[in-house]
């Protein structure tokens, strides 16, 4: 999906692009659901969130220095404008707590031999595991080839069922999934969804009586 468009229609609703790619995969896996059949009338799933703990100066370090957050991703919300309105404040509210830097000290302090039990303790709390990173928005080259996408999978730890793959590459921005066979054996078709649901939230924004021009 066109990176330029996702951030337009952040900034017009006041919220993130992170929010905005979130509400999505939420209106993405509600109409997923609904095809199912399933009940999903006030459902919230949790999504565990990782959360860069480095600063920027130090982007360049290696090893991993990040905490991790429960995002609540509101799938029975019918209204896509109620829905990013709810994921923006949720976000919000968590980037004022201090969970990640708690969750990411008691990991740290843990002993090797309690970490894997910890992880699994972590990851009962979740159904999925969201992330979005940010890649380069110039086209890279590899032996005088221009890479055309790129993509990643985020990694999964204990019973967590779904990871949600999220990267900006190059003025675009591309999803994937990964699931668990059992539960969602045809994960592309909620992928497919992601950009309906973007068009359903654009149709809905132009059909506002906006009194000012957006910047």
Known sequence: MPLPE???LARAHGTTLNDMVLMLCAGALRSYLLDLGEDINGLTIRATVPVNLRPLEHAKKLGNHFGLVYLDLPIGEANPLRRLERVAQSMRELKQSRQAIVGFGLLAALAAALQSPAVELFSRKATAVATNVPGPQMPLYLAGARVADLMFWVPQNGSIGMGISILSY???VHF???TDA?????PGEI???FAPEFEKLLLITLMEDWQGEIT
């Open 6 to 8: 996702l951030k337009a």
């Open 170 to 172: 190059d003025g675009n």
């Open 182 to 186: 059992r539960r969602v054996p045809d």
């Open 176 to 178: 994937g999934l990964m």
């Open 191 to 193: 992928i497919k969804r």
